[in-house]
């Protein structure tokens, strides 16, 4: 079965510092994997998905995230981190076949220092 | 186009109460899904569907019901609260198979 692990509940940056959040994925096909963001008080937003082409993927707002399959990661950044880029983020893969059933990691805080 | 509709955005509920969360979506999505996120937890699938008629259990179907009779409109009913239930919960759709699911502005739940 498919599962998603994001390390550190909690993360911290100063503006203009390197994000990166982490996330490692379990997968037994070769998987469909998406990061969304969450603002406060709202629904969740697609910020980059990896279908299986390129490894290095770009998204909204800056930000990256590189497939590395030897590693089963899925680890997203962004060079600079803005105030605006202070939000919940999460992992999530695929379980893939007929439906699209998403499996969600617990999801990172990013907070940005002044 | 407004895509995924979700109300109310709040409500309370007190133990064994019922109550049906709607959820409409006019993007002509085959697929609909309900989430439930609780703090630390992440996002967990609740119920599926993918077409009118046709709808599955995700991880935590248990004190939910689901039914599908349009493509537009998918509700999740509540049979009889339970503090338990007391969450934020998210519909989404996505067009099919893999493809992105866009979420609405989700549910805030409280069973006392």
């Known amino acids: 079965a498919q599962s998603v692990t994001q390390l550190g509940s909690h993360v911290s940056v100063s503006e203009g510092a390197l994000v990166l959040l982490r996330c490692n994925y379990s997968?037994?096909?070769?998987?469909?994997l998406f990061w969304y963001v969450q603002y406060p008080n709202q629904g969740l937003q697609l910020l980059l998905k990896y279908t299986s082409a390129a490894t290095l993927v770009k998204g909204i707002n800056g930000f990256e995230a590189e497939f590395k399959k030897s590693e089963t990661s899925f680890h997203l950044t962004k060079p600079s981190a803005h105030m605006s880029d202070a939000a919940e983020y999460f992992c999530?893969?695929?379980?893939?076949?007929?439906?699209?059933?998403?499996?969600f990691g617990t999801g990172t805080l990013l907070a940005v220092q002044p | 186009n407004a895509g995924v509709t979700q109300t109310p955005k709040f409500q309370v509920l007190k133990t064994g109460q019922s109550m049906t969360l709607q959820c409409a979506q006019d993007?002509?999505?085959?697929?609909m899904s309900w989430y439930r996120q609780d703090p630390g937890m992440g996002l967990r699938l609740i119920h599926y569907s993918v077409g009118a008629g046709i709808t599955d259990q995700g991880e935590v179907p248990n004190g939910y019901n689901v039914s599908r009779s349009t493509t537009e409109d998918f509700p999740l009913r509540l049979l009889s609260a339970a503090p338990s239930q007391t969450s934020v919960y998210f519909c989404?759709?996505?067009?099919?198979?893999?493809?992105?699911?866009?979420f609405g502005p989700g549910t805030r739940l409280t069973v006392l």
């Open positions: 989404a759709s996505q067009k099919g198979g893999r493809d992105t699911q866009y």
């Open positions: 993007m002509n999505h085959e697929y």
């Open positions: 999530a893969v695929s379980e893939g076949g007929a439906t699209n059933k998403l499996i």
């Open positions: 997968s037994s096909v070769p998987p469909y």
